[in-house]
């Protein structure tokens, strides 16, 4: 492939690899939305402390989907924001909104 075609090429990959990573990123805010309504179905107190702790790790996800869409934007979704280096797409297939590398991690989710 002459060095034209890769340059014409490299934004369409691009853009079909963003597209990919918001198709995850609209999945994982889906299931992340439906998630408190099922805890309200369960009948529990809203005072339940289980279920507050629910409500607030569910309400952290959301905003770290925000922040990976708002990552996508800048162009900067798929770097570690620790070490700059780019996170394995396997890692980002499974938590798409991860901000972090599993080095820079230190193994936990996110």
Same mark, same amino acid.
């Given at each position: @492939?002459?060095?034209? $075609?890769?340059?014409?090429?490299? !934004? %369409?990959?691009?853009?079909?690899?963003? +597209?990919? $990573?918001? /198709?995850?990123? +609209? &999945?994982?805010? =889906?299931?992340?939305?439906?998630? !408190?309504?099922?805890?309200? +179905?369960? /009948?529990?107190?809203?005072?339940? &402390?289980? @279920?507050?702790?629910?409500?607030?790790? *569910?309400? %952290?996800?959301? #905003?770290? *989907?925000?922040?990976?869409?708002?990552? *996508?934007? $800048? =162009?900067?979704? =798929?770097?570690?924001?620790?070490?700059? #280096? !780019?996170?394995?797409?396997? %890692?980002?297939? *499974?938590? !798409?909104?991860?901000? &972090?590398?599993?080095?820079?991690? /230190? /193994?936990?989710? =996110?």
């Amino acid at each position: @492939m002459s060095r034209d $075609a890769a340059a014409r090429t490299a !934004p %369409r990959l691009e853009r079909q690899a963003a +597209e990919e $990573a918001r /198709g995850r990123l +609209e &999945h994982a805010r =889906g299931t992340r939305l439906v998630q !408190p309504r099922a805890l309200t +179905e369960t /009948g529990q107190s809203a005072d339940d &402390h289980l @279920m507050s702790a629910q409500r607030d790790a *569910i309400e %952290r996800v959301l #905003k770290e *989907i925000d922040d990976a869409f708002a990552r *996508i934007e $800048a =162009g900067t979704y =798929g770097l570690c924001l620790a070490c700059a #280096k !780019p996170v394995p797409a396997e %890692r980002l297939e *499974i938590l !798409p909104y991860t901000r &972090h590398c599993v080095a820079c991690r /230190g /193994g936990q989710a =996110g």
